[in-house]
C-alpha cells in the first residue's frame, strides 16, 4: 500500500504541473498590460503598470515569464482581482464556503438519488420502469442548467412569492450574520446558524439553499445513475449472484446484499468526475440564483475581462479535482486489493 | 461479410424494439427537418438570416399574436424566429465541434493506441491535464482569452472537447490491436496506414458513436450556457441561449400576473431541452445496444 501511494504520489507531480502549463498557456493570449494584473497585489499598484510589466518581464521570452510567473504561483500570489475588489487567493477563501454548501448538500442527495434509482431500473431492466426511469434521469440530463434554474425562480415565485428568494441569505439575516452577535466560525451559513444556536438564520439559510440544491441535483443525478445501472446490470450476471439466487435467498437480500454492494465500486471511483460536474453545473447555478459563491464570481470576472480571477479560479478548479481523484484512487486501492497490487 | 450484416440487422432490430431510442430518433427528424426549412418557415432577415429582427424599441416584453406567433423578447425580438434560425445554429455548433473534436480524437487515439511506448505516454497525459478541469470552467478561461463570440465558443468547444475522444479511441485501439485478424492483415504486408484505418478503426468504432451522439447535445448545452452567461454569440443573434438571456430580468410578471413574460423563457428552453434529449435518448439506447457486454442478456 505504500509504495502504491508514493507512486500515485510522484505521479501527480506532472499533472499538477501542467494544469499549471495550460493556464500559463491561456495567458499568453493577453496582452502584456492585461497580464500585468496578475502580479499585483494591491490596487494602488496599476498606477504604475509599466513597472510591473518591467519587473515582471512581461515583455521577455515565454520561458523568462514564465519563470517569474511560476515563482509568484508557488508564493500563492494569484494577482488581483478586479471585480472581488480583493487579491485572488482571498478572493477564493472568501467564495469558497458559499460553493461548499451548495456541495453539502448537493452532493449526498444526487448520490444517494442516483444510486437508488440506477439500482432500481437495472433490476427491471426492459420493463416500464426500466423506462420510466431511464428517461426521467435522460430527461434530467437534458435541461440546460441556467434554464431549470429560471424556470424553478418562475413558478416558485409565482406561486409561493417569495418563500424561495435568490442569494444566500435575506437581509435581515445578512445583517445579523454580520453582526458582533454571530461567531462565523466556516462562513458556511447552515452550520454556522447550528454552532451559534440560531434556528432562524438556518431556516434563512435553507430556504435560500432548495431551489439551487434542486436544480444541481437534477442534472447531475443521471450521470450516477448511469453507472450504478451498468455496473449492477453487470453484476446481476455474475456466478456469485447466480449461486445465492439458486441457493434459495430472497431476492432482496441477493440485490441488496450480492449485487448491490459490487455495483457500488464504479460509482466510487467516478467522485471525482462528478465534483467536475458539479463545479461546472455550480458556475450556472450561482450566476442564476445570484448566490455568491466561486461559480457567480468567476462568471462575473470572466464578463468584465477579471483575467487574474479567471484564471486563478481555473487554476485552483483543476487542482481540487486532480487531488479528489487521487483520494478516491487511494480510498479505491485501500478498498480493492487488486489495484494496489496489480 | 455475413456475419457482419446479421450483427447489423440484430442492432436494427434492437433499436426498433427500444421504444426510447425511437423517440429520440423522431426528435432528432423534427429537427433536421426545421432546420432544413427554417427560409420557408421563416423569411430570412435581408440583412443577415442569422440576425433576429426587430419589431421596436420598448423595454417590455410582448405575448405571443397573431404576427408573432412566440411573442417578442425584451427589446421586441421576434422569438419565433430566433428559435427557427437557431435550430440551424444548433446543428452548426453541435456538427462542428463533434465532427472537429473526433477527428482529432481520433488521429491522435489511433497513433498513441497503436503505436505505444512514449508516444502514448506523453499523449495521455497531455489529455489527462485537459480532462482534469470542468468543462465550462476551462471553456470560460478560453473564451475569455479568445474574446467573448460564437465562433471563440466553438473553437473553445473544441479544445476542451478532444482529449475524451482520443482517450476513447485509444483504449479501442488497445483492446483490437492485439486481435488476430490485426495480426493477419500486418501479416500478409499491410501497411501501419492501412491496418489502422481498415481494421483497426472499423472495429473500434462504436462505442465512438455513442459518445459522439450523446455529444451532439451536450456541446449545445454548453454552448447555450456560454450565450446564456453573455460570453457566447451576440445580442440578437439566432441562438437559443442568447434567446434565454434576453429572460432574465423578466422572471417574474407585474403584481397579480406573476407569469406574464413566461414565453420569453420557456419557448427557446423547449427548444434546447428537445434538441439534447433527442441526441441523449438515441446515444442512451446505443450504449446499451452496442455494447458487447450487455447486448445479448
Sequence with gaps: MRS????????????????????????????????????????????????????YNLNAPVYVQFYSWIGQVLHGNLGWSQFAKLPVTDAIIFFLPATLELFLFAVPLTIFIGIRLGRLSAVHRDKPVDHVTRGLAIAGYSLPTFWLGLMLLMVFYGFFSGLFPPGRLGTAADAFVNSAAFTRYTRINTIDAILNLKPWILIDALRHLILP????????????????????????????????????????????????????????????YLVSGLMSGAVITETVFNYKGLGYWSVNAAIQLDIPAVLGFTLFVGTVVVITNLVVDLLYAYVDPRIRLG | MAPRIRELRFSLRRIRDSPLSMVGI???????????????????????AYSIPKFGFSPTPKPPSENHLFGLTQDQYDIYYGVIWGTRTAFRVSILVVGSALLI?????????????????????????????????????????????????LKALIIVWWPSYARLIRAEVLSVREEDYVEAAKAVGGSDFRVITRHVIPNSIYPILVMASLDMGAVVLTAAAMSFLGLGAPVGYADWGQLI????????????HPFAYWYTVVIPGIFIFFFVLGWSLLGDAFRDILDPKLRRR
Excluded: C
Excluded at chain 1, 9 to 30: E, K, R, Y
Excluded at chain 2, 26 to 48: C, E
Design chain 2, 26 to 48: 423522431s426528435i432528432i427528424l423534427v429537427f433536421a427537418a426545421i432546420a432544413l426549412l427554417a427560409p420557408v418557415l421563416a423569411k430570412p432577415n435581408p440583412r443577415d
Design chain 1, 213 to 272: 440544491v434542486i436544480t444541481l441535483t437534477v442534472v447531475n443525478i443521471a450521470f450516477v445513475m448511469r453507472i450504478m445501472r451498468s455496473s449492477m446490470l453487470e453484476s446481476l450476471g455474475k456466478g456469485y449472484v447466480v449461486t445465492a439466487k439458486a441457493k434459495g435467498l430472497d431476492e432482496k437480500t441477493v440485490m441488496n446484499k450480492h449485487a448491490g454492494r459490487t455495483a457500488l465500486i464504479p460509482v466510487i471511483t467516478v467522485a471525482g
Design chain 2, 105 to 153: 480524437g481520433l488521429v491522435i487515439g489511433a497513433i498513441a493506441g497503436y503505436y505505444g511506448g512514449i508516444v502514448d505516454e506523453i499523449f495521455m497525459r497531455i489529455t489527462d491535464i485537459f480532462l482534469a478541469f470542468p468543462y465550462i470552467v476551462l471553456i470560460m478561461a478560453f473564451v475569455v482569452a479568445m474574446g467573448a463570440s460564437l465562433d471563440s465558443v
Design chain 2, 245 to 256: 438571456s434576453f429572460s432574465q430580468n423578466w422572471i417574474v410578471g407585474p403584481p397579480g
Design chain 1, 4 to 55: 502504491y501511494i508514493i507512486r500515485r504520489l510522484l505521479l501527480l507531480i506532472p499533472v499538477l504541473f501542467g494544469i499549471i502549463i495550460l493556464t500559463f498557456a491561456i495567458l499568453q493570449f493577453f496582452s502584456p498590460v492585461q497580464r500585468a494584473a496578475l502580479f499585483v497585489t494591491n490596487p494602488n499598484q496599476f498606477k504604475d503598470i509599466n513597472a510591473i510589466i518591467q519587473k
